[in-house]
């Protein structure tokens, strides 16, 4: 396999900060980081389907939560290790996108993007009325009391390990996807993108790759869902309903939508920014303003993101 | 034509399916009360996604900032009856100022876009939204507010349920708006220009349909629309502006239930989910999901579009 | 930054009122020698949440005020107090990364004020580990009161819907109670759940509507309420939501076929306004804690260190009595310890435990804290009834019963309370 320059800046990118940010920054960073890790393995879900397939998915962030709950479940269900739990997740939810590619995989455009949203709505509503488990009796194991306690790996018990934890999953996931990018599946959504009738003709499994590209998107959403909930040990509906959904993929795509970079800077934007903001006292409502602005921007001028426009910056020999 | 009375035929058949097995067994009184009152909600749903169909069919966008400029001009509109303007004079300036909102996006955005697929223009309408929600929010705080119509103290009895006048007045607008953009269309010179965009924006250019003025006419129509069913919901659901941005979630699925093209269609399709959503509260095993309904119909109608569809040479659909 | 904007616009305020001839009229608080406190500040966090589906901020808002007041009249044991607040959003992460903030990077000893739907029940589990405990004013839901670190000044909805219910029982006849609660489970099923169990209790009916909070359509919940056979309704919803369930009543025009119940959220000097005149008089809420109009001591002193002290639009509601309320219990409970021992956490959380039988004006019965599993020292209220623009008592302090109470009143046995 060849290297490439932006593949190896990914992977000294994710040294750096798994060695060096929960060093450096405070315990409120270190959550701030670990959330932003675990949204980057979704955008990156977001951005291989609308930079691969040109599909649009607005359910990415309620995948999270089947992800989560599941994650949840097996924890306060079975005594397994957390990695068993996250791998769980990651599978349930892979075929939960499998699922929801069938009656998709003739779509596209619009209507794709249509089905996704309201995919997103009934995963909130289903959510938001049955909550997530907390060690409670029954299959939603909800119980009025504090959650009892998450098993986080052995690795990581700590917030600063867990940390780092979770910016090697991430990393991984993102590898998962650079593996498929050169191997067939990439050339078969190569061909796909261009035109699904010669994609066909030249003998490409149309329907299992657009499926293919659905599990693997759910698969990193449901990871990011276990990781999120190890970080903080339970969650809350309110963290998956389908306007966040909406608002992470607009964020894929002011980021970059195709690359490592561009679902960092989604992440960043939509997990430090608000933190940000509230550091230094000012509105959280104004970072929607921008979110707006900056969405517009990438779609009329754009269309490689924030990721893009640094990376036509760069020097040649760095790109 | 005979694939399109065969659709709806269906979808009539298993809206009433549902109905009938939600209500087996219910005493009449009971099915009426929660038939009239899911009209009610319906009526809503049909005058959101009707708001968001005139705009599609003209320009080819699907505009998720509606919500959002429905909720500023409620909010706007609360304000100044606050400030002591008198009542009608605060409709006026919201739908004044919902026209205005979307008549900027639809001049000065929308047209950058134009040659873009359309989830490219619904994606740049999150944009949109986005900045209009954020600058509601900003401006007004949360706090409990009520925004109420003098046609709310007036209502009538409908098989047992009392309706106020403001929901019979978004009802009718519903069939209104249907019946009279159905017949703009029909009928005058920018409808067929209209027709003719939704059909084909290539040739209609190169025919010479004036696109700018015709598109800005329609984004100046839908506007009004959105303006107007803000203050709808503003007082018949709640005033507070999330709440409002994103019930245009719901409102696609009407849409949806019209296939983002027919008027008539989605009015059905908008009355049958708020039905069947009212309904859902006479089971036990489904009334607390019932908010699903919008979404579970919404998709088994794109599924049902879909069957029989080769992937290949399927156009944008 | 924030807290240096907030204190510079408390200079800023302090310094046009002392020109306006008010600065001798400047209420005190706590035992302070009257000149403003120096030496190292005592770091003390609170968190609140502020997002769409409410406003919880007035809490803390009231808890600043107060300390604002302690460090002005000399502080605790001479030194000042500095609170730090942050806002969770009703957002899980957020919650988490405020609680990391304050208590392992800021080393505070001590939460105050504390209001949220989610910050409670994420963060039990850190509270209890780092061993801190949280002086709460803004519990609502089960996790915040069924923690060993949590205790809190209000009463939650579990308390405030049984109190309104045993209102409605006693006073307004009821026999048939339908609770309209929210459809999450640790807040409508687990507040509305305890109405049933003291409805059955008492050998009468009772059932519960749980409505999804982002749905558009109330009036089919409403409906649902109805064909229960209730007699009387009980709303127990956020503010927001339940104007919009008694406008379909007022829809329906079903005021007078039915008694109209509420726990505190309609408690709220804007609510009588957006009800209008139709629920004039028919309207009963439940109070948490004492009238905001009361004329006791504290309730007084509450209203002139909001002024004195509080931006003039921050709301003088019940959070806004309860964050007060906390924060002057932690400011007698910091006095009366050893100067020496307030900067260990541990000492202040062994004082905090050990807080039995304060009592004030502002809640009916006493507080006390204790190392138990449960915490809810407040379990008694007030009845009020919308009145033109405002509220009128119609039950002064009663204590609720009921299953959910039994354990609380044993364990108030064993301090000596009762």
Not at chain 3, 88 to 101: F, H, R, Y
Not at chain 3, 374 to 386: E, F, I, L, S, Y
Request: glycine share 12%; hydrophobic share 50%; proline share 4%.
């Amino acid at each position: 396999m060849a290297y490439s320059t932006s593949g190896i800046a990914g992977l000294a990118f994710a040294a750096l900060t798994a060695v060096f940010l929960p060093v450096l920054v405070g315990s409120q960073w270190v959550l701030i980081f670990t959330s932003t890790a675990c949204f980057a393995l979704a955008a990156a879900g977001i951005g291989l389907m609308y930079a691969r397939l040109n599909m649009v998915s607005l359910t990415q962030v309620g995948l999270m939560g089947v992800g989560g709950w599941v994650t949840l479940r097996m924890n306060h269900g079975l005594g397994l290790p957390f990695e068993f739990n996250l791998l769980a997740a990651g599978v349930v939810t892979a075929a939960f996108g499998m699922l929801l590619a069938l009656p998709a995989l003739r779509m596209r455009g619009l209507y794709l993007a249509l089905i996704t949203l309201m995919s997103a709505g009934g995963i909130e509503i289903v959510l938001s009325t049955f909550r997530f488990p907390n060690g409670g009796e029954g299959f939603w194991g909800v119980m009025p009391s504090v959650a009892a306690p998450f098993r986080r790996p052995v690795l990581a018990i700590e917030d600063g390990a867990y940390l780092r934890y979770a910016i090697v999953v991430s990393t991984l996931g993102m590898l998962l996807i650079e593996l498929h990018r050169r191997g067939a599946p990439g050339r078969a959504w190569a061909m796909i993108r261009r035109s699904e009738a010669a994609a066909m003709a030249s003998g490409v499994n149309v329907t299992l790759y657009k499926a293919w590209a659905f599990a693997l998107s759910g698969l990193l959403a449901g990871l990011a869902g276990g990781l999120l909930a190890g970080s903080i040990g339970l969650l809350d509906a309110a963290t998956f309903r389908a306007p966040e959904s909406i608002m992470l993929f607009a964020l894929a795509v002011v980021g970059g939508a195709g690359s490592w970079p561009g679902a960092v800077i989604a992440a960043i934007l939509y997990r430090v920014l608000p933190a940000l903001f509230n550091d230094w006292g000012l509105n959280p409502d104004l970072a929607l303003v921008i979110f707006g602005a900056a969405l517009l921007h990438a779609i009329m001028t754009a269309p490689e993101g924030i990721a893009g426009q640094i990376r036509a910056a760069l020097p040649r020999w760095a790109k | 034509m005979q694939k399109h009375i065969q659709s709806v035929s269906a979808y009539v058949v298993l809206m009433a399916a549902i109905m009938t097995a939600l209500t087996w067994a219910m005493p009449a009184k009971i099915v009426g009360l929660f038939v009239v009152s899911g009209l009610a909600v319906g009526s809503l749903y049909a005058l959101g996604g009707i708001g968001l169909v005139v705009l599609y069919r003209a320009t080819g966008v699907l505009n998720l900032g509606a919500g959002a400029i429905g909720a500023f001009s409620v909010m706007l509109a609360w304000q100044l009856d606050v400030r002591g303007w008198p009542a009608p004079l605060t409709w006026l300036a919201a739908i004044g100022v919902a026209t205005g909102l979307s008549l900027i996006y639809g001049r000065l955005i929308a047209p950058r876009l134009a040659w873009r697929d359309p989830v490219v223009k619904a994606v740049a309408t999150l944009g949109l939204a986005l900045i209009v929600l954020g600058v509601t929010a900003f401006l007004w705080e949360d706090d409990v507010r009520k925004f109420s119509l003098p046609t709310d103290e007036v209502g009538v009895t409908i098989l047992g349920l009392r309706v106020t006048v403001t929901r019979l007045i978004v009802a009718c607008a519903a069939v209104a708006i249907v019946v009279g953009i159905s017949l703009f269309l029909a009928w005058t010179r920018v409808g067929l220009q209209m027709r003719s965009l939704a059909n084909d924006r290539d040739l209609s250019a190169l025919l010479g349909v004036p696109i700018l003025r015709v598109e800005t006419q329609a984004w100046g129509i839908a506007g009004a629309i959105a303006g107007f069913t803000g203050l709808m919901f503003g007082d018949l659901v709640r005033l507070e502006p999330t709440i409002i941005t994103f019930l245009v979630i719901p409102c696609i699925a009407a849409a949806i239930c019209g296939r983002l093209h027919s008027l008539g269609l989605v009015l059905v399709g908008g009355l049958s989910i708020g039905v069947i959503e009212s309904l859902m509260t006479l089971s036990p095993t489904f009334k607390s999901v019932r908010s699903m309904a919008p979404f579970v119909i919404a998709a088994l109608v794109l599924m049902w579009m879909q069957r029989g569809r080769r992937p290949l040479f399927a156009g944008d659909q | 930054m924030k807290r240096l904007l907030v204190l510079g616009l408390a200079v800023l305020g302090a310094a046009t009122l002392s020109g306006t001839a008010a600065a001798q009229d400047k209420p005190r608080c706590g035992a302070g020698n009257g000149t403003a406190a120096t030496g190292a500040p005592i770091k003390v966090g609170g968190i609140f949440g502020n997002a769409a589906p409410g406003d919880f901020s007035s809490a803390t808002d009231a808890a600043k005020a107060f300390f604002d007041c302690v460090n002005a009249s000399g502080g605790i044991h001479g030194r000042p107090v500095q609170y730090m607040i942050e806002n969770d959003q009703w957002n899980p992460e957020l919650a988490g990364q405020a609680a990391s903030k304050l208590v392992r990077d800021e080393g505070v000893v001590a939460m105050v004020g504390n209001a949220s739907f989610v910050e409670m029940s994420v963060n039990a589990p850190l509270y209890a580990r780092e061993n801190i405990m949280a002086m709460a004013s803004g519990c609502a839901v089960s996790e915040c009161f069924e923690s060993s670190s949590i205790v809190s000044t209000n009463q939650g909805p579990l308390a405030s819907s049984v109190g309104a219910a045993i209102y409605a029982v006693e006073e307004l006849g009821a026999k048939n109670i339908s609770c309209i609660g929210l459809a999450i489970p640790s807040v409508g099923n687990w507040s509305c759940g305890a109405v049933e169990e003291y409805m059955a209790s008492k050998g009468l009916a009772g059932s519960s509507v749980l409505l999804n909070p982002a749905a558009p359509d109330v009036n089919s919940g409403l409906l649902e309420a109805i064909a229960s056979g209730a007699d009387t309704m009980l709303v127990n919803l956020p503010a927001g939501l339940a104007i919009a369930v008694l406008g379909s009543a007022k829809e329906q025009d079903i005021r007078d076929t039915y008694k109209w119940i509420s726990s505190t959220p309609l408690y709220d000097r804007s609510v009588p306004g957006a009800l209008g005149e139709y629920w004039d008089g028919a309207m009963f809420v439940n109070a948490e804690l004492t009238p905001f109009d009361g004329t006791g001591p504290d309730n007084v002193h509450w209203l002139s260190v909001m002024d004195a002290y509080a931006k003039a639009e921050d709301p003088r509601d019940t959070f806004s009595q309860a964050g007060y309320l906390s924060a002057k219990f932690f400011t007698q409970m910091l006095e009366a310890m050893d100067p020496g021992d307030i900067d260990v956490r541990a000492k202040v959380t062994a004082a905090i435990k050990a807080i039995a039988g304060y009592r004030s004006d502002l809640i009916c019965g006493p507080y006390y804290v204790g190392e138990v599993d449960r915490h809810m020292p407040n379990h008694a209220g007030t009845m009020v009834k919308v009145s033109g623009a405002g509220f009128e008592v119609v039950r002064e302090c009663y204590e609720y019963e009921g299953p959910y109470f039994a354990p609380l009143i044993e364990a108030e046995k064993k301090f000596g309370l009762r």
